[in-house]
């Protein structure tokens, strides 16, 4: 932590956005293996099963909580000058390794539904990922209206890194766009070439 009472802050979309590779990776590997085996529905049921989990998945991870996002930008107070902002490696190495083993659970569970629905529970972990996605590229949006980044507290987010709008949340605080490492939406930011 900073002097003067400052806070460890965070980007609320890097916390958003840290789950949807891993997500999408583990998805994507475990349909792929899924689609070797025959399962109990055929692979052509499976494939149908999953591309609707996926669609499903992603829409209501992605819209999933949004009102209370806005709420809280609303509000959203100035950071101070002594808070400290998390880079966005660090944010993201937080909720991965706070979710490891969730990430290898759901990756097993994705794995072993293939023996009864080939390539369904791994099209349904892919969209989990890409609605994680979607939500941090809706944040961005916010963002760029506002002409300005949110940030939540550090100690407000739960043990494992995560839960940007969790009840444990009272409020974000704002920063101007150049602020962080990180682009609106959570992206590495592109920093323009030296001339």
């Known amino acids: 932590m900073a002097r003067g009472g400052g806070q460890g802050l965070a980007r609320v979309a890097v916390v958003v956005r840290a789950g949807a590779v891993p997500l999408w990776w583990l998805g994507v590997f475990a349909a792929g293996i899924g689609a070797l085996v025959p399962g109990i529905t055929g692979r052509r049921i499976g494939v149908l099963a999953g591309a609707a989990l996926f ?109 940007p709008a969790g009840k444990a949340v009272k409020g974000y605080r704002t920063t101007g766009v150049a602020a962080g490492d990180a682009a609106p939406g959570g992206a590495r930011r592109r920093t323009a070439a030296l001339v």
């Open 55 to 163: 669609i499903v998945a992603a829409a209501v991870v992605a819209c999933v909580r949004r009102k209370r996002y806005r709420t809280l930008a609303r509000s959203a107070a100035r950071a101070g000058k002594h808070d400290v902002l998390q880079d966005r490696a660090v944010a993201a190495r937080n909720w991965r390794r706070g979710h490891r083993w969730w990430l290898v659970l759901a990756f097993l569970a994705a794995l072993g539904s293939a023996f009864a629905v080939p390539v369904a529970g791994g099209m349904l972990l892919a969209g989990c990922g890409a609605g994680l996605r979607l939500k941090a590229a809706w944040l961005g949006r916010l963002e760029r209206a506002e002409n300005a980044l949110l940030w939540v507290r550090v100690d407000w987010l739960d043990g494992r890194g995560g839960r």
